[in-house]
């Protein structure tokens, strides 16, 4: 267990130490968990992936298990979107710019129509991923741009 992160209600938790898990096999999602002084629970486990149900004496809890891998990246995720720094914000698909919305200097926030890409006879709007100023607009209305082609920067 040392390898994942546990949070329940949203809070980190480590596991007990001393605490023993036995799956019963004649009831594959409950487990009985046998506390260090010998008492006994039983836990009915729902779930799959990162996010499970544990119900315990009633009450169901969210629990969600995390490899080191994930919470690497939903740390690095969390920390670059509450620093405030600059975003580059790119295409992610090629086509040609049919409008764009905002200039430098205007303030957006995030889920904001920032312009709009004209794909395949499709109009795609480009949102703001989050809540900032924008500090340059590298296209304009008319300009093809290709994939990963810089749009514009948020600070």
Do not use: C, F, Y
Not at 8 to 13: A, C, K, L, P, S
Not at 19 to 30: A, C, G, K, M, N
Not at 57 to 74: D, F, K, N, S
């Amino acid at each position: 267990m040392t390898d994942l992160e546990l949070t329940i209600d949203g809070e980190r938790v480590q596991p007990g130490d001393g605490w023993i898990v036995d799956w019963l096999p004649e009831e594959p999602r409950v487990a009985r968990l046998t506390a260090p002084d010998g008492t006994h629970l039983l836990a009915v486990v729902e779930g799959s992936g990162a996010d499970w149900v544990v119900t315990l004496r009633g009450r169901r809890v969210q629990v969600t298990a995390r490899t080191w891998r994930e919470r690497v990246l939903a740390d690095a995720e969390s920390a670059a979107a509450a620093s405030g720094g600059p975003v580059a914000v790119t295409a992610t698909l090629p086509g040609l710019v049919v409008g764009v919305r905002v200039a430098v200097g205007d303030t957006v926030a995030a889920g904001a129509a920032l312009l709009t890409i004209e794909a395949m006879k499709m109009q795609n709007e480009v949102r703001a991923p989050r809540d900032g100023r924008v500090s340059e607009v590298a296209v304009t209305a008319g300009e093809a741009v290709a994939t990963g082609a810089l749009l514009l920067r948020l600070e």
